[in-house]
């Protein structure tokens, strides 16, 4: 048991005029300076007291203003002076409010009244500012136990927590958060935690599956190529992009090779996958002779694997009206979510707000941890970060000190209080691009039994797109035909073809030839047959006058209707 807590630096009545003070204490050196210079040149003062005069009071006046610039910038700038700031703050807050004791106390001159502040005490670090209100059944007591709101507009923070410690009631304000921003290269995998500010980590196997929730052009796209570009690095990650938008072009680069999906009948099928997959990994962690009951993935040194959805509303309006894809999808899915979490599958699921329509609450509570980029609804914010945030104040904040900000929102692990969130920031305007970065990663091959599944789809998709290439090549070599096998089918003479051929061409219906033969496509066997047709019903002595009329009815011209 501990014989003393130290909760910080005690709440004074004068710290209301700290402010004051520091820059006394800034000025004091130049006003003995004022007055050291003023006594050497008191003679000269006194027989020529205005030139002496203005020196003297410009220096005393640019002394103050230097004093005042010192004093603003240390408070800015100095964790020191910036706790001093906020026992001011709340020196200020308990004498407004009334939240003070009186004593009358025996002088000379007879009884007078004095104030004395009850025991708050304030410790603070560069992002966290805790106050401790004494209890002990006083007066204030009732006041002290609902000050969380009102500390968090006072310190322009996030109000974090409340706890009670031996006496005090603590509140723990998160503070200076956009300080607290990281760059990309700082965004990185330590253990099982991804850092995505500098006090803020994501760990994906205590908190395990994350719902991004944002409005268009919030940042939330961002935030995800963030979080991939971390991830890669020691894990495997597939991707399902219904959009068929920003995330499905990264198929293209080979670290995402056969990793990305579009179609619903692919992201189906790629759910489906993951659960073969997390049955199997089950299977080899139970193989293991050290295994017991509750033992991780991590324990056995396996690599994790991400389902990163992007706007899961799009993809169950696809399948809207199938029932039947519907419930497979959601089977899959609850397997992951409730079962994935020892076997190392996590999902990623981003979405404009988590609406219940698309995700059963029940299902929803499950992911552990909450994250939101650019503004939401107040019900958008119910629905991402539950009851505890009910009475929380989601601050609207599109510009800091006049600079415009994108990536600002909230983050909370479930049931906990949500804290303001800046997305790592990244410097497009000097030329960074995630897909150059993604290009420099390795690609991480499968490893391990369970991975077969995935092995085993690749190889079949493989196998679907030769056979498709294969297919079109044969439809491609089937639009062409020799003439002499158009001939011989509509019982056509060669030496007439070969008479009307050359005048089509003249007429830009060109026709291509191999080494031993004329090749014919369908639309100039059509031409060919209305050609003869035309010649054998108007009893015409010339085909050329014959192609002219076929040619100028179908509005052909030179060089259309080439092969």
Known sequence: MKLFTYRGKRVQIFHRNIKGITWFIWWFPFLLASIY??????????????????????????????????????YEKILFFQKLNSLRILSRFLLENN????????????????ITLPKVYLKQSRYELQVSFILEGNKFQDRFLNLGSTLEVMFNGDFRDKSFDNRFIKYKIAINRIESRISIDQVEVKGSKIRLMKDVYWDYVKDSHLLVGGGTGGGKTVTLMSIIYALLKVGYIDICDPKNSDLASLKKLPVFHGRVYSSKEDIINCFKENVEFMKKRY????????????????HYNLKPKFLLVDEWAALMAKIDRDYSQQSELMEYLTQIVLEGR???VYVIFAMQRPDGEYIKTSLRDNFMMR??????????????????????????????NGV?????????????????????????????????????IPIMEFEGEEFSVFEEYLEEKKSKEEIKVDEQLQELEILHRPLKEFADEHNLKMQTLRKIIPYMEEHGILFERSDSAILIEPFQEKLLLKIIAQFEEDGRKSYPKAIEAIVSHHGLGQGQGQA
């Open 404 to 440: 415009k900000v994108v990536g600002r929102g909230y983050i909370a692990s479930s049931g906990n209080l949500a804290g303001e969130f800046y997305s790592p920031y990244i410097p497009l305007d000097q030329g960074f691009s995630f897909y150059d970065e993604y290009a420099k």
């Open 37 to 74: 210079y003023t006594y050497l040149h008191l003679e000269e003062l006194k027989v020529h007291p205005l030139p002496q005069g203005y020196f003297i009071g410009s220096g005393v006046l640019l002394s103050v203003l230097l004093s005042l610039g010192i004093n603003y910038l240390c």
């Open 342 to 344: 020892q076997a190392g």
């Open 99 to 114: 939240l003070y004791l009186v004593k009358k106390v025996k002088r000379d001159k007879g009884m007078v009244e004095k």
């Open 371 to 400: 994250l939101s980029v650019g503004h939401l609804e107040s019900t958008g914010y119910d629905m991402m970060f539950g009851d505890a945030n009910k009475t929380k104040e989601f601050k609207k904040l599109d510009e800091i």
């Open 283 to 298: 299977e080899v962690l139970t193989s293991f002779p050290d295994y017991r009951p509750g033992t991780y993935y991590t």
